[in-house]
């Protein structure tokens, strides 16, 4: 299971205790996270990009960050710094 991103706040309507000294910590955080997967979470999926920047004008991305690299315009080869 996901790591409960919802922990801080209270769902509304749930029938949790108010946090409190009384309060069981282990017990709210189970809830909010049943709350959660409750409510059709879609799933994101992060995907990291480098942007090229050639001399000439011309940017593009590439999925890797490559040393040398070849532009797609001007055809040059690139040594490629971050
Ligand atoms: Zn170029």
Redesign the pocket.
């Known amino acids: 299971m996901v790591p409960r991103p919802e922990n801080k706040s209270a769902p509304a309507g749930a029938p949790g205790p108010a946090p409190g000294p009384q309060a069981p910590a282990p017990m709210a955080s189970l809830e909010s996270g049943i709350v959660v997967s409750e409510e059709e979470l879609g799933s994101v999926k992060a995907q990291r990009l480098y942007k090229m920047r ?5 940017s593009w991305f590439e999925l890797e960050l490559p040393k040398i690299v070849e ?6 080869l ?1 040594l490629v710094s971050a």
């Open positions: 050639c001399e000439c004008g011309r532009c797609p315009a001007c055809k040059k690139g």
